[in-house]
């Protein structure tokens, strides 16, 4: 459906992210007519420049990263931006804001903070302060939200003193892919899963997010960060919580959140022997990754003491009837043998068979959630031989992946997410609540490592990791899915 009008202000509308991925997927909504007349884009940043000038990067952003452009889409999502220049730090060109917003009081007015998240305080005050922030305001933050509990508390009071809770999108991106959705479907539209979805069924789920790129000039920032709060605090706890929650009343935003809440408060506390047993800390060297030699991280940040994590894998428990002594591995890096991000959830062995050995192995079943490199859906079954004249038994894939038979284009996370949160819905958005109790149980793993003296375990480029995240999980007599 069409949107009602909007203006959609981008603080950071010249940045790495708005070229990526906010301006493509913005412009993704035009040719479906999805931008209703009186839709505006004001990009927001420090440099000042004009219009036309703002224009013509944006239209190189989207030539770049879109691959059938419409000319005719193109020109009217253009016609759409307009670009103001403010300096956060100088705190000037707020007047120039206000004047361009003003007499649109009445219609959405959306707030999407694009830049370090040192400026979220001062953006929010100011827009306070220079009464910008009206009845039908929204604000969209990008991650990280803080760096512990603490500091995420005081990023949530401040944007909490200017917006209230049901105006704030904290994005977190694995939230919009097409997969995730299709996760709650498969889960909730289904019969067949839900009375199977148990400790009484389930031996255990594991989440990998497997990168092959290292930090990529980010150095500086990731030194600060490390894996376990850039990737484990956010996504693959979000992606956890959507495997694990009860299933709640009904999509209303807060009926999800409470269950995905419930699930994080009832992650089991790791004590720091629990830290020591149950998490890996990993750090790539030099090896090598698609096909060329790459530095190991610390030659890449230029010092040689840093015990930043850039993998981590983590043995979890989560302590409620549906998963008693049902391990979540986690695991997550960068500089690993293949991109791919999934969740297997391995179902249990059969009680008994019924077949001769000669029948063959019988694998347990399997359902294999790939979130990348391509979005599907696959339950492994054992089926009969087909055409064999004895009864013999194999492993086949049944393929619940509908893009490609229905050959449409899979939207990129950042095309719902943003129309979302321009239409109000906030089912796909963390809540406070859930970010803060993330950090609840992310702290103390912080805090048991800073006082280890051992370096993270080294791991060569290329490779999956560091041979402690196989013991990890072969020391249980299971086996990390094969991801080829
Ligand atoms: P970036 O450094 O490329 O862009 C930052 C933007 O902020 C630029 O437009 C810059 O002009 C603007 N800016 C800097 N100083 C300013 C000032 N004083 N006043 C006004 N504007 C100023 O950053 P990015 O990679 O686009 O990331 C933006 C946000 O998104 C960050 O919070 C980041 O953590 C988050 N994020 C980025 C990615 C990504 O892939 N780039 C992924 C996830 C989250």
Known sequence: ???????????????????????????????????????????????????????????????????????????????????????????????????????????????????????????????????????????????????????????????GSVFKEHQIFRIDHYLGKETVQNLMALRFANVLFEPLWNAAHIDHVQITVAETLGVEGRAGYYDTAGALRDMVQNHLLQLLCLVAMEPPESMAPDSVRDEKLKVLKALHPMSAEMVERNTVRGQYRAGASAGGAVKGYLDELGHPDSHTETFVAAKVDIQSWRWANVPFYLRTGKRLAARVSEITIQFKDLPHSIFLPGAGRIAANKLVIRLQPDEGVKMQVMIKDPGSSSMRLREVPLDMTFAEAFNVRQ??????????????????????????????????????????????????????????????????????????
């Not at 819905?425 to 280890?452: C, G, Y």
């Open 411 to 484: 939207p990129d996370a950042y095309e719902r997410l943003i129309m979302d949160m321009i239409r109000g819905n906030q089912t796909l958005f963390m809540r406070r609540d859930e970010v803060e109790a993330a950090w609840k149980w992310i702290d103390p793993i912080l805090e048991h490592w800073s006082h280890l003296k051992e370096a993270p375990k080294p791991y060569t480029s290329g490779t999956w990791g560091p041979s402690a995240s196989i013991a990890l999980i072969e020391r249980d007599g299971r086996t990390w899915h094969d991801e080829s």
């Open 1 to 159: 459906a069409q949107s009602d009008p909007f203006d959609l202000v981008v603080f950071g509308g010249t940045g790495d992210l708005a070229h990526r991925k906010l301006l493509p997927s913005l412009y993704h909504r035009e040719p479906v007519g999805q931008l209703g007349e009186g839709a505006r884009i004001i990009a927001v940043s420090r440099r000042p420049l004009s219009d036309d000038e703002y224009r013509d990067w944006a239209r190189k952003a989207i030539c770049e990263h879109v691959a059938d452009i419409d000319q005719d889409a193109l020109e009217r999502f253009l016609a759409r931006i307009q670009y103001v220049s403010v300096d956060v730090a100088q705190n000037t060109g707020w007047e120039t804001l206000e004047q361009t917003l003003a007499g649109r009081e009445g219609v959405v007015r959306a707030f999407y903070l694009s830049v370090s998240p040192d400026f979220f305080g001062p953006i929010c005050s100011s827009l306070g302060e220079h009464n910008l922030v009206t009845e039908k305001s929204r604000v969209t933050i990008e991650k990280p939200i803080g760096k512990n509990g603490k500091s995420a508390h005081t990023v949530n009071e401040t944007i």
